[in-house]
């Protein structure tokens, strides 16, 4: 199993980003993925959650109606669209493959993460 993400940066205040995760070694449609971000000396935050089917999908609080996850089972890749970027959204982003379908799951397995940075 491997996750590999993609498509972070340095991005002024207000723009977008589309983060990629790039799965391998399993089927991503299957699984609840989800992505995490880590700023500095701060606790990992969970961003988004979404089910196998995406049919039920948890934001954090902070990026509620920002930051829209979606998936592409063609390509065995799920996406995290980054609108509407603040500074403290700077982080490293990490995405996740979880246990089951469930977003409730566990998480089993980590990708290397992608820095993002939000500044003018």
């Known amino acids: 199993v491997q996750l590999v993400e993609a498509g972070g940066g340095l991005v002024q205040p207000v723009g977008s980003l589309r983060l990629s995760c790039a799965a391998s070694?399993?089927?991503?449609?299957?699984?609840?993925m989800s992505w995490y971000r880590q700023a500095p000396g701060k606790e990992r935050e969970l961003v988004a959650a979404?089910?196998?089917?995406?049919?039920?999908?948890h934001y954090g609080d902070s990026v509620k109606g920002r930051f829209p996850i979606s998936r592409d089972n063609a390509k065995n890749t799920v996406y995290l669209q980054m609108n509407s970027l603040k500074p403290e959204d700077t982080a490293v982003y990490y995405c996740?493959?979880?246990?089951?379908?469930?977003?409730?799951?566990?998480?089993?397995?980590w990708g290397q993460g992608t820095q993002v940075t939000v500044s003018s």
């Open positions: 996740t493959k979880r246990v089951g379908a469930s977003r409730y799951s566990g998480n089993d397995n």
């Open positions: 070694g399993f089927t991503c449609r299957s699984y609840a």
């Open positions: 979404s089910t196998s089917a995406g049919d039920s999908i």
